[in-house]
Structure formats: C-alpha cells, structure tokens
C-alpha cells in the first residue's frame, strides 16, 4: 500500500502563486510515477501534470507555461508549483502514484479568486 499526504492548497488571487507538495510513505519502487489531477464543481476529474522517477514530464495544455512538477526522489515527495493562477485553476487537487497499481491523495483545495 502507499499513502499520499497532500499540503499546500489554499486562497489565492488571481496571478498568484502556490506550491502544492505530496509526500508518498508505505511500498515505494523507485520506477514509478507520480503527479496531479484536479476537479472542479460539476467537472470530471482531469490531468494536470505527471513525471516519471526519470524526470520525464507531461502537461494538460491549460496549464503549460504556468504550472510547474518537480520530484525530490529521496524524500519521495512531488510538487507542483502554480504560478500566474486563474479562476479557472479553482478545484481539488488530488496527488496520484502509479507503479503497477494507481494509488490518489484525499485532495487540497485550490481557490483562485479576489
């Protein structure tokens, strides 16, 4: 089993910035992937970034240019780094692990707005 503890989630105006961190415990490999998705009210779940163990990463366009993932692979922990924010970006943000299995975060809550 793993477990994902998300953190940083929070009020933020519009053009601002946040950092959301996810620190996974329990049955690590080292080969894996981590990253995040989000839903708003009313909305699927969707992607927003993903990265490898490798470094390899991939972005929903909504968010390219913007967002920033990063990975500390010895704290196994993943970050996403949210600048120039819309009241778009309003939304739970869910971590997410996958080796062979698909493991989620409970959520953090984003809210863009003045």
């Known amino acids: 089993q793993v477990q994902l503890v998300e953190s940083g989630g929070g009020l933020v105006q519009p053009g601002g910035s946040l950092r959301l961190s996810c620190a996974a415990s329990?049955?690590?490999?080292?080969?894996?992937?981590m990253g995040w998705y989000r839903q708003a009210p009313g909305k699927q779940r969707e992607l927003v970034a993903t990265?490898?163990?490798?470094?390899?990463?991939n972005y929903a366009d909504s968010v390219k240019g913007r967002f920033t993932i990063s990975r500390d692979n010895a704290k196994y922990t993943v970050y996403l780094q949210m600048n120039r924010v819309k009241p778009e970006d309003t939304a739970v943000y869910y971590c997410?692990?996958?080796?062979?299995?698909?493991?989620w975060g409970q959520g953090t809550q984003v809210t863009v707005s003045s």
């Open positions: 997410w692990y996958r080796v062979t299995a698909t493991y």
């Open positions: 329990g049955r690590i490999f080292s080969n894996n992937a």
């Open positions: 990265i490898t163990s490798g470094g390899t990463t």
